[in-house]
């Protein structure tokens, strides 16, 4: 008898995307707040914000994202092996 494949994960609610933008909006604000601040600290502050935003995206796609299909990928592989 063959095995049963792996269980499905239940689709993601979907609902609106007010919150979504909500977050933007405010992100902008506090970006703009701080680019006013008197000197370079404010731009200094939001540039360091992205640059650690974007290193903690690329490693949720890499690490979360890519390397999660591949390992699971490489285990259905292995489960037909045998």
Known sequence: MPESPL???????????????AALMMLMFGAGFLLLLPGRI???????????SSIIGFH???????LGKVLREEADEQGNDR
């Open 60 to 66: 949720y796609v890499v690490w979360g994202r890519w």
């Open 42 to 52: 404010g731009v200094a502050i939001v540039v360091g914000g992205l640059i650690f």
């Open 7 to 21: 269980p499905q994960p239940p689709a993601a609610p979907q609902g609106s995307r007010f919150s979504t933008y």
